[in-house]
């Protein structure tokens, strides 16, 4: 999985990168890149991850499903590994 920049701010860059399975995922940050505060990531027809980032850790604040209800849920293996891969030390779930 690799992640490449799509349509792009300065303030608020979102990332795209396409899973194993072939599901499309968007990441959103809310910040600058060096400065990230808010990160989402949402799976294309499917759930969204909402995380607050301090101090280099990604703290999970909500998980939506599709329908934008909230849920709780696990986070999938792939998270943290693509969170990893924007720079961030890990995932405080």
Known sequence: MSVRIGNTSPDEPRLKTTLNDGRDVE?????????????????????????GVQGGVAALIMTLNSQGQRIDDELPAWIEPMLQRLGLEGVDA
């Open 27 to 51: 990441i959103e940050i809310t910040g600058r890149p060096e400065n990230k505060r808010r990160i989402d990531v949402t799976v294309d027809h499917g759930r969204k991850w909402v995380f």
